[in-house]
């Protein structure tokens, strides 16, 4: 009976420690508290502590001990339940904050008994942080983004990022400016200095502060001082001079490269030493990217006033639909995408039409809002539904500008509508999640075991027997599942069960192991707690779940996300490149506009091609040329494309897109598109074999820049080869002679699809 009592107050214990959760009660007439081994733990106290609710108070933090009461008072007034979270200083100093939920008992009529769970939440609160600062610095970058839009004078935007980003990240000093390499020299317009913005314009010599500083900041590195006075670089009495003289003792500079040129720096530096965290780095690299866009937008301002609006939102919005509505609200542009969504012509597209494809609620509601935009001439933005060619609603952001001609004479808006229906649907499914949340817990496919020192043997349930591949009934030793624990693994499990036993707390291990039954490599968490009886019998319960899925999960995302985040940086990059090409080749600006938009739209077609269907199929040639196409002139001397037609199953004409797009990225940035006279040249062919066609695809820059092999392998190219040798099992080849890049590949073109596995 006794070892029976002890396995379910185990598998109890296992239960709440799974659920990171603690019990309590409080007997009111003798006003003591007892609770489990983690409760106390919780609240930092030892084991064998027995204190009284009054000496449990003394440990709340000073500012909660009244809310507390209050609230114990009240759910015991009401007979609610207590349900509140305050914070605890532990003995050792640290704060920690808790969640507390409980009940009452009653015996005839009298309350004697609080009981109820704690659970620590600082980790959670923690994370809540995280995501406030996050939110924090996107609203400052927002900010900033509507601040320097609003802005035409670039000295008032180098003067606005300096104040901002300096008050934001509570620096001594802060200055944009442009670089001069051939005196080697940082022009400065506006610097802020606590406060202050100087606007005598100011002259430093970077060669200065450290004598390697030039160098660094033409490769595109960012230079970190933390303590000028300690840094080894700074040894030298004439730097060290030049750091007192601005009162600097730390210092961040971030360079700014285009075209493979020192073009602009964003510095800060502060009077105390400061050690500068990724998130600063992050946040001046992306303000100082702003900032030189927004300087340059507001330069050609200058001579491109009344057509700016256009291709600014064109340019910033690209998927969304576009359109421009004269005074009377009638449309007189739009983009093909709306064309596209509305299933009407493009006749038929413009004039009122907008207003027949608007949800009737939102339309009613809208017409409200419209009478003063109207009226007065103002922005506006709102969400409402449009509806598709297929009749289906979703949802849009909307947001329109009013345009005005040079002589301030009023045009009329001009605008973008934004699919958000995705978005919205997540809100939605969120304001669920923690119900949904509670609910998977409960059903979780969770196994439980038991060992005991005198048999050796662990006793599993069935599901803990199907997690690690052994029949239903099995018995096994635990030296029969260290054999089978990944050697990198085992050290850590077998630490964590030693602590376990020494202090009697719970543990909680994950490990990999092979199954059993198929020797398949599987992730298994396992939470469990050690005691001995009083006749000397170790006994181990706990809780076994398998983890695969999830640590598999976390990959894919990882590396989902990173390929997002390269693709949205290249993306941005190729429309930088076709705006400098399509200026290049412009003699007005209306052939400008035409030229860019037409180019627009071929890049958005790319992007529409290589995200359809998994199971469609995609033409090689179509690939090639959506890509390239943007970047053909008149002469249509610049890109040549040869090869047959050529049907790509979707999981082929992906990563072969990604590889096209990759390719024709680096060369509108660094190849032979980044030139004028610059030439690529892409041809294939395709050879039939026995098993499967065998694609040859070359890839032959000429007439750019000279090309010299990268010192290091960027992101975009590991991905490249990691997808292209995995996925297709092609053979690369990428070469770096002087006259332009060359890349070719080859690989058999697949039949039946393969089942995608990132992970490999």
């Known amino acids: 009976m006794e070892t029976a009592l002890h396995v379910a107050n185990g598998k109890l214990q296992a239960?709440?420690?799974?659920?990171?959760?603690?019990?309590?009660?409080?007997?009111?007439?003798?006003?003591q508290m007892t609770g489990t081994a983690t409760f106390l733990a919780t609240l930092g106290l030892p084991p064998d502590a027995e204190p009284t609710f009054e000496e449990l108070e003394r440990i709340f933090h000073p500012a909660d001990v009244e809310r507390v009461r209050q609230a114990i008072t009240f759910a015991a007034r009401t007979n609610t339940q207590l349900n509140i979270d305050h914070r605890i200083i532990k003995p050792d100093g640290r704060i920690t904050r808790i969640l507390v939920k409980g009940g009452h008992v009653y015996e005839n009529g009298k309350l004697v008994r609080h009981f109820g769970i704690v659970q620590d939440i600082t980790e959670r609160e923690k994370i809540k942080e995280e995501v406030q600062r996050a939110?924090?610095?996107?609203?400052?970058?927002?900010?900033?983004?509507?601040?320097?839009?609003?802005?035409?004078?670039?000295?008032?935007?180098?003067?606005?990022?300096?104040?901002?980003?300096?008050?934001?990240l509570k620096v001594d000093c802060a200055g944009y400016g442009e670089v001069d390499e051939t005196r080697g020299i940082i022009l400065v317009e506006r610097e802020w200095s606590r406060g202050v913005i100087s606007n005598e314009g100011r002259a430093y010599r970077l060669y200065d502060f450290l004598p390697t500083m030039m160098a660094e900041l033409r490769q595109g590195r960012p230079i970190f001082v933390e303590d000028i006075r300690k840094d080894p670089r700074a040894d030298n009495p004439n730097v060290q001079a030049a750091y007192s003289t601005i009162n600097a003792r730390s210092a961040l500079a971030v360079p700014l490269l285009k075209d493979q040129t020192l073009t602009a720096i964003l510095y800060m530096h502060s009077a105390d030493p400061r050690v500068w965290s990724t998130d600063d780095l992050a946040m001046a690299e992306d303000v100082a990217e702003r900032t030189w866009t927004a300087v340059e937008k507001a330069r050609a301002e200058i001579s491109l006033r009344e057509t700016d609006a256009r291709f600014r939102l064109i340019a910033e919005s690209l998927p969304a639909l576009v359109w421009i509505l004269n005074p009377r609200t009638e449309l007189i542009?739009?983009?093909?995408?709306?064309?596209?969504?509305?299933?009407?012509?493009?006749?038929?597209?413009?004039?009122?039409?907008?207003?027949?494809?608007?949800?009737?609620?939102?339309?009613?509601?809208?017409?409200?809002?419209?009478?003063?935009?109207?009226?007065?001439?103002?922005?506006?933005?709102?969400?409402?539904?449009?509806?598709?060619?297929?009749?289906?609603?979703?949802?849009?952001?909307?947001?329109?500008?009013?345009?005005?001609?040079?002589?301030?004479?009023?045009?009329?808006?001009?605008?973008?509508?934004?699919?958000?229906?995705?978005?919205?649907?997540?809100?939605?499914?969120?304001?669920?999640?923690?119900?949904?949340?509670?609910?998977?817990?409960?059903?979780a496919r969770m196994g439980n075991w038991s060992w005991d020192s005198v048999t050796n043997l662990i006793q599993l349930s069935d599901q803990a027997a199907g997690i690690i591949g052994v029949p239903y009934g099995t018995r096994i030793t635990p030296e029969e599942i260290r054999q089978r624990t990944h050697p990198a693994d085992l050290p850590r499990g077998m630490e964590a069960r030693k602590i376990a036993l020494e202090t009697g707390l719970p543990y909680n291990v994950q490990y990999r192991m092979r199954r059993f039954n198929d020797d398949a490599m599987i992730w298994v968490s396992s939470h469990g707690q050690r005691s001995m009886l009083e006749n000397g019998t170790i006994i181990s319960n706990g809780i076994l779940q398998n983890i695969t899925e999830s640590k598999q999960a976390e990959e894919r995302q990882q590396l989902l996300i990173r390929e997002l985040h390269h693709r949205v940086k290249n993306t941005l990059a190729t429309v930088q490149a076709i705006v400098g090409s399509t200026a290049r080749t412009a003699s007005s600006i209306d052939?400008?506009?035409?030229?860019?938009?037409?180019?627009?739209?071929?890049?958005?077609?790319?992007?529409?091609?290589?995200?359809?269907?998994l199971w469609q199929k995609a033409a090689l040639e179509d690939l090639v040329q959506t890509e390239l196409g943007p970047y053909e002139d008149e002469a249509r001397n610049r890109v040549v494309i040869?090869?047959?037609?050529?049907?790509?199953?979707?999981?082929?004409?992906?990563?072969?897109?990604?590889?096209?797009?990759?390719?024709?990225?680096?060369?509108?940035?660094?190849?032979?598109?980044?030139?004028?006279?610059?030439?690529?040249?892409?041809?294939?062919?395709?050879?039939?074999?026995?098993?499967?066609?065998?694609?040859h695809f070359s890839w032959i820059e000429k007439g750019g820049p000279r090309v010299s092999a990268p010192t290091r392998q960027g992101f975009g190219s590991r991905l490249l080869q990691r997808v292209l040798t995995t996925q297709l099992q092609a053979d690369v080849s990428m070469d770096f002679p002087e006259e332009g890049l060359r890349f070719s590949m080859t690989l058999p073109i697949p039949g039946t699809p393969p089942i995608f596995n990132p992970d490999r």
Not at 140 to 164: C, H, K, V, W, Y
Not at 398 to 414: D, N
Not at 593 to 605: D, E, H, K, P, T
Not at 656 to 681: D, P, R, W, Y
């Open 333 to 443: 542009y739009t983009n093909e995408r709306w064309v596209r969504y509305s299933g009407l012509s493009p006749e038929e597209a413009l004039g009122h039409s907008w207003m027949s494809a608007i949800h009737p609620d939102d339309m009613a509601r809208m017409q409200e809002e419209l009478v003063p935009v109207v009226t007065h001439h103002t922005p506006y933005t709102t969400e409402a539904r449009y509806r598709s060619h297929e009749g289906v609603y979703r949802w849009h952001l909307i947001q329109g500008a009013p345009i005005h001609s040079p002589t301030g004479e009023f045009k009329g808006w001009v605008g973008t509508s934004v699919d958000i229906h995705d978005l919205k649907e997540t809100e939605d499914a969120l304001r669920k999640s923690d119900e949904q949340l509670r609910l998977a817990l409960q059903a």
């Open 135 to 168: 939110q924090r610095r996107q609203e400052f970058l927002l900010g900033l983004n509507d601040q320097l839009r609003s802005l035409d004078d670039p000295d008032a935007i180098m003067e606005a990022t300096a104040q901002s980003l300096g008050q934001f």
């Open 642 to 695: 040869e090869g047959p037609h050529v049907e790509l199953p979707s999981e082929a004409a992906v990563p072969i897109g990604m590889a096209i797009h990759e390719l024709t990225t680096n060369a509108a940035k660094h190849g032979a598109l980044s030139t004028f006279g610059g030439q690529v040249e892409v041809r294939w062919d395709v050879k039939p074999e026995e098993e499967r066609p065998i694609l």
């Open 15 to 31: 239960a709440l420690e799974m659920g990171r959760l603690s019990a309590w009660e409080r007997n009111l007439e003798t006003d």
């Open 591 to 613: 052939e400008f506009y035409q030229g860019f938009v037409g180019r627009i739209v071929s890049l958005a077609r790319t992007h529409n091609l290589l995200t359809e269907d």
